[in-house]
């Protein structure tokens, strides 16, 4: 039991670290707090499905299409509505929320509701880890969470995009003078935010089926592991993740899984008392900003 | 007794932004209706040094006594309601907002009422009687005028007269003077001097040595957060350390 | 003789909003006509309808009571997406006191107002400290937990809810009760912000900083704003519970936060009128859209998108504007 707890939790950490790793990571670039991410998740899904269900192309170019799709989408998003909002916090919350309202709806006014909505596994059958039975696809999140993190530290670390990303995340108008155009990285941002919602929906979304739902519960979880961890702090993520992950695979098994939302809320609750910037923001509430 | 007693007294303060010392052991005490420049070179810790007395910013290590009241790490209202008010360096003015309507925030808070006795007045003409005192000319009418079409010598004037509402026994003025031109740096020296003249204590920190020298009775150096020279102004730009600073910044 | 055109409004507005100079019965209609709007609409048109569109306008205000809490919080710098934590909770409250203790509406409905608003405002505080950002991400989050939290636990009815509550006497108790309290929000929030304390308000929202220089406690004036917006929205939630004569998990639902939120942007931000106008553009036009379904949704996160990037103006301050640049003749000797 206890050793099925750990496993388990461990792969609901990455699963949590995978949806809000894309809305952290645009927001601690371009700081725009991307509320349509839970609509884009499952468009990414749906994208999936339409295309193998209706046109039957093979799985692997409904991935890529799929990525693609939503890193199109993130750019569209960037271009067309939130250039015009720049830097009006407020209307960019209410823009991206509006739109991921609409995206999402328009899924369920099409009729997008029910069982046969699920996307394949990677890989069939399971492994026996002492005496637990774990799927392969559980592992695979696990293992794709890690591999996606270590890359994000490298890219941002030692690619040319990367840099800039960092640069502009740090102090936009000195960036702009060195020739970043901090539009462009700002749209990429986006792009790369939506991207890995998609990667998040294709790799979380055949443990069970797509639901508009869903969407809105990828947004509140990604919300919540940004409130605890601190916003766009990848540290506080990482930590948030493995901290509301375990809490919540271990209230689910001992308590019973109808508890498991509860752990979040009383995560943010406790956080919120404790530390309003979350764990590990470096945010100092009024000195970063004189 | 009192006499002897300073009105602010700093000991130890520091503060560092990943590592990098802002303010490191600095130590100052400050008469009653003395008028003390703080200056330096740029990045020297003038306003976080300014950040840290008026609660903007907390210090990690060090103690700020105000009036025989410790008011470390006290958030800034409360600071302000002690009577220390402060400008910024950057206007921070309400800009949709005609200028003596900027006044009113001031003008609202807690200590200008328990000094008026619990009873505001009439809040606006106040606040017109006050800017008339910063040099807003009644007649025309600039009082109404929106704060985003002021030019700058009067936004400054304005930043002056939204300390001034506020009653306060210290004032810290950071870099009032930047961005001013000479025959505006010396309309509001007269303002200054007549607050000088009604006991206020004050602090000034300031890159235009000139006009500061003319009105301060002691002078603080800061280089990289420490302090390097206090004194009169004449012997404090004649000590080696200060030389060294000044120069050394100025021909890298 | 010659005459000119001249705006109507020239000579009655000196120099500032606020300082009035009325010299005819002409220039006090036309400021009172604008003003009178609303309460005739509202109180006397509305008895005049049928059933159908009474009730339809009964909910109309429900939503314009919270969309015009949402401004009010917006005018201090705080974007709520989430109206319905403080449905729901008034909601709760107010079903919770009728249904086990079985306080009338009377008693149910200010004691959930009061309650509510301090309840809300209690979940809300510590975020107060934090940047605008903040805000809007939990109070998106909580209504949807507390949702869960109802459905896990079982409190207060769980999902069934609690139903068979206390109705008002008639139809148009209910009317007049909701209409009047619009109209109070409407016109004393107005009073409010054109007041000091409101300018301390927007003062907040446009830069906080200088607020907090002036010696004012900024999350003390934050909270009572929070407080006072809570507590009107808390209003809605008792209100509608004893309408529907139940209250339960729908409190919370994405309904009550959206429609606010898309009626407040369209309607035009800031004035409290915006909102309410908003309200009763939206909520009739959902009623007949009704066909529709899910694509009603569609259409209020579209109008929230385009009105938000394209027309951040709003309606109410178009007709505003248009309103003031009325002209007559005069004649010039």
Redesign the interface.
């Known amino acids: 039991m206890l050793l099925g707890t750990l496993i388990y939790g461990f792969v609901n950490s990455s699963i949590l670290a995978l949806l809000a790793i894309g809305f952290n990571l645009t927001f601690g670039i371009s700081g725009v707090a991307n509320f349509a991410y839970g609509a884009i998740y499952i468009f990414s899904g749906f994208l999936v499905w339409i295309l193998m269900n209706t046109l039957g192309l093979p799985y692997l170019v409904c991935v890529v299409a799929s990525i693609l799709g939503a890193g199109m989408i993130g750019l569209l998003m960037y271009y067309v509505v939130i250039i015009r909002v720049k830097g009006l916090a407020l209307s960019e919350v209410m823009a991206t929320f509006g739109l991921g309202l609409a995206i999402m709806e328009l899924f369920r006014y099409f009729d997008f509701v029910g069982f046969k909505y699920t996307l394949p596994v990677f890989v069939d059958g399971s492994l026996l880890i002492g005496d637990v039975y774990v799927d392969y696809q559980r592992i695979i999140i696990a293992l794709i969470a890690m591999g996606l993190t270590l890359f994000l530290y490298l890219f941002t670390r030692h690619s040319r995009i990367g840099l800039a990303f960092r640069a502009i995340a740090q102090d936009e108008r000195t960036a702009l003078t060195f020739g970043i155009d901090s539009d462009r990285i700002g749209a990429l941002s986006m792009a790369f935010g939506s991207a890995l919602a998609a990667v998040a929906a294709i790799v979380v979304l055949p443990l069970g089926t797509i639901a508009v739902e869903g969407g809105y519960d990828v947004l509140i979880n990604a919300l919540a592991v940004c409130i605890v961890g601190g916003l766009g702090s990848t540290v506080g993520i990482l930590a948030a993740s493995v901290l509301i992950g375990y809490a919540q695979t271990f209230t689910s098994n001992y308590l019973g899984p109808h508890w498991m939302m509860l752990v979040s809320l009383i995560a943010i609750a406790a956080v919120l008392t404790i530390k309003p910037s979350g764990l590990f923001s470096h945010q100092k509430a009024l000195e970063d900003r004189i | 007794m009192s006499e002897s007693r300073p009105m602010l007294e700093v000991t130890g303060l520091s503060k560092s932004f990943g590592g990098v010392m802002a303010v490191s052991d600095v130590h100052m005490q400050l008469k009653e209706g003395e008028l003390l420049g703080v200056i330096g070179p740029n990045g020297s810790g003038k306003t976080t040094l300014v950040n840290l007395i008026t609660g903007f910013s907390k210090p990690q290590s060090g103690k700020i006594v105000y009036k025989g009241k410790r008011i470390t790490g006290w958030p800034p209202y409360r600071i302000v309601t002690l009577g220390i008010a402060r400008t910024f360096q950057m206007v921070r003015p309400f800009y949709q907002l005609p200028a003596y309507k900027n006044l009113i925030v001031p003008l609202y808070s807690p200590r200008v009422k328990r000094l008026a006795g619990g009873r505001y007045g009439d809040r606006d003409a106040v606040a017109l009687d006050l800017l008339e005192e910063v040099g807003f000319e009644r007649d025309a009418y600039v009082s109404y005028k929106v704060a985003s079409a002021l030019p700058q010598g009067y936004l400054k004037r304005l930043e002056l007269a939204k300390v001034m509402a506020l009653r306060p026994d210290l004032i810290i003025l950071d870099e009032l003077f930047s961005g001013l031109s000479l025959a505006e740096v010396a309309s509001i020296v007269p303002i200054i001097e007549k607050l000088r003249f009604q006991g206020k204590t004050i602090i000034m920190i300031e890159h235009r040595l000139k006009e500061l020298f003319r009105i301060a009775d002691r002078v603080m150096v800061l280089n990289y957060g420490e302090k390097i020279a206090e004194g009169a102004a004449e012997a404090v730009m004649e000590s080696d350390a200060v030389k060294k600073a000044y120069l050394g910044s100025e021909t890298d | 003789m010659e005459k000119r055109k001249e705006r109507i409004d020239r000579g009655i507005k000196a120099?500032?909003e606020d300082i009035f100079a009325l010299t005819s019965y002409r220039e006090m209609l036309y400021l009172l006509v604008p003003r009178a709007v609303p309460v005739v609409g509202l109180l006397a048109v509305t008895p005049l309808l049928s059933p159908y569109w009474q009730e339809i306008f009964i909910s109309t205000s429900v939503y314009a009571l919270l969309a015009i809490s949402w401004d009010l919080l917006?005018s201090a710098?705080l974007?709520s997406?989430g109206q319905s934590l403080f449905y729901g909770i008034g909601s709760y409250v107010a079903g919770a006191l009728n249904y086990y203790w079985g306080w009338s509406p009377l008693f149910t409905i200010p004691v959930a107002t009061i309650v509510g608003g301090g309840l809300c405002t209690l979940?809300l505080l510590?975020?107060l400290?934090?940047?605008?950002?903040?805000f809007?991400?939990?109070t998106?989050?909580?209504p949807?937990?507390?949702l869960?939290?109802v459905?896990?636990?079982r409190i207060l009815g769980g999902t069934e809810g609690l139903t068979g509550l206390t109705p008002f006497p008639n139809q148009f108790t209910a009317i007049y009760v909701i209409q009047l309290a619009v109209l109070a929000a409407l016109f004393g929030f107005r009073r409010l912000m054109n007041s000091?304390?409101g300018?301390?308000a927007?003062?907040i929202s446009?830069?906080d900083?200088?607020?907090?220089?002036?010696?004012?406690?900024?999350y003390w004036h934050k909270a009572q704003i929070l407080f006072l917006g809570a507590a009107v929205g808390s209003f809605a939630g008792a209100f509608g519970t004893h309408l529907d004569m139940f209250a339960g998990m729908p409190g919370f639902a994405?309904d009550y936060s959206?429609m606010p939120?898309?009626a407040a942007?369209v309607g035009g931000t800031g004035t409290f009128a915006g909102p309410l106008l908003g309200a009763f553009i939206l909520v009739p036009l959902s009623e007949i859209l009704r066909a529709?379904?899910?694509?009603r949704?569609?259409?209020?996160?579209?109008?929230?998108?385009i009105f938000?990037?394209?027309l951040?103006e709003g309606i109410f301050h178009y007709c505003q504007r248009k309103y003031h640049q009325f002209e007559r003749w005069v004649s010039v000797k």
């Open positions: 120099r500032s917006l710098g974007i997406l979940l510590p975020v400290r934090l940047r605008g950002i903040y809007a991400m939990v998106l989050v909580l949807i937990m507390l869960r939290l459905e896990a636990t000091d304390y300018l301390i927007k003062g446009d830069n900083l200088s607020v907090m220089s002036a010696g004012i406690n900024v994405l959206i939120l898309a942007v529709l379904g899910a694509l949704i569609v259409f209020y996160g579209l109008f929230l998108v938000v990037v394209a951040p």
